[in-house]
């Protein structure tokens, strides 16, 4: 366990202005988002979408890490260059995801527990050798009636705990999900109790199993309503909700939090983070790490074609440019019409 290689790279992960892209996707997510722009999901699909995201020129400015999945870890840029070797070239840290996906949980309908822990200490020491910095493991925890149960959120808690020492151990700084999905129609009250009874149990789990707060980086939802829920929280009520619950649960300890998007709009995630990160006196940096958001407008443009390449990666550079600013409290929705 490298302290001093954990420090920097927790720190460089959430370097002032720049956040972390989701680009972990597994096979079969990627291709349920390939399917909505009418493109091919297969390997050399993969590299290509992602290569265009990577390459994208000056998007370093705002990322500090993108996270790979398995496969993506190990393919080449156009020009032949390992994506990990060409992102750390930029100033971008290779993360990658090592959970093995999120299960049915026995004896709890409807409640899912995330594997990946057998085998996990020998996949960590070969990505390092890769070059990952970091890694993510998400938890999926669903409000529904009498849901999150105790020993779901007990369970994931201790996989994350489980997780986040092994990486640890390797000198890879673990950034730990667990994940409260606004699929449903609660409420944003309920939306804060799950993520507070969430976020409690997962340090709860890192105490226990001796995970240091210094070397970690949480990734968390938002408090935000049920997308099907009939009042819709303004963007200063999920800004206030989120923060109170991170202030109730979160050990100033921590060298940061990043958000996940989760299925919001890409202006709503934006301002979001905004709204949070404008607050004064918080005790950790605050930034986005974005799948869906930072990626839908680069997808709906490129379209699997070659000649919309560059559109694509404008309408990346933007969103990364966007959430660069809302992660110091700097963005403003007018910026979003000038780029219209
Ligand atoms: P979204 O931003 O699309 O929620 O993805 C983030 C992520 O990494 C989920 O694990």
Same mark, same amino acid.
Request: with cysteine; net charge positive; proline share 12%.
């Given at each position: 366990m490298d302290k001093a290689l954990l420090s920097k790279t927790a720190a460089a992960m959430v370097a002032r202005g720049k956040g972390v892209l989701a680009a972990d996707e597994s096979s079969a997510t990627c291709e349920k988002r390939f399917k909505t722009v009418n493109v091919e999901c297969n390997e050399e699909t993969r590299r290509t979408y992602r290569g265009l995201l990577f390459t994208t020129p000056g998007a370093e400015q705002y990322l500090s890490g993108v996270i790979l999945f398995d496969e993506t870890l190990r393919q080449k840029s156009s020009d032949g260059v390992l994506f990990p070797d060409y992102l750390a070239g930029k100033g971008i840290l290779p993360g990658i995801k090592v959970d093995k996906g999120a299960m049915d949980l026995a004896l709890c309908p409807g409640e899912k527990v995330t594997e990946g822990l057998d085998g996990l200490r020998g996949r960590l020491a070969d990505y390092f050798k890769l070059g990952a910095r970091f890694a993510k493991w998400r938890a999926v925890i669903t409000i529904g009636e009498g849901i999150p149960s105790h020993a779901c959120l007990y369970a994931n808690a201790h996989a994350l705990a489980r997780y986040a020492a092994l990486c640890q151990e390797a000198s890879i700084v673990p950034m730990i999900e667990p994940e409260v999905l606004? @699929?449903?129609?609660?409420t944003v009250e309920r939306a804060e109790e799950a993520t507070e009874a969430a976020l409690r149990a997962t340090y709860a789990a890192m105490a226990a199993h001796n995970v240091s707060l210094e070397h970690l980086i949480l990734k968390t939802s938002m408090v935000?309503?049920? !997308? @099907?829920?009939s009042r819709q929280a303004t963007v200063d009520e999920v800004a206030e909700r989120t923060i109170r619950v991170l202030k109730r649960?979160?050990? +100033? +300890?921590?060298?940061g939090i990043v958000f996940l998007s989760g299925g919001q709009t890409d202006v709503a995630a934006t301002a979001h983070l905004n709204a949070m990160a404008a607050m004064k006196g918080l005790p950790w940096p605050l930034t986005f790490s974005y799948s869906r958001a930072l990626q839908n407008p680069a997808l709906k443009a490129w379209?699997?074609? +070659?000649?919309n390449a560059a559109a694509a990666q404008k309408a990346f550079h933007h969103r990364a440019h966007m959430n660069g600013l809302a992660a110091q409290g700097k963005? !403003?929705?007018e910026l979003e019409k000038q780029a219209a």
């Open positions: 606004l @699929d449903g129609s609660h935000v309503s049920g !997308k @099907d829920c649960t979160v050990p +100033a +300890a921590q060298p379209r699997g074609e +070659a000649k963005w !403003k929705p």
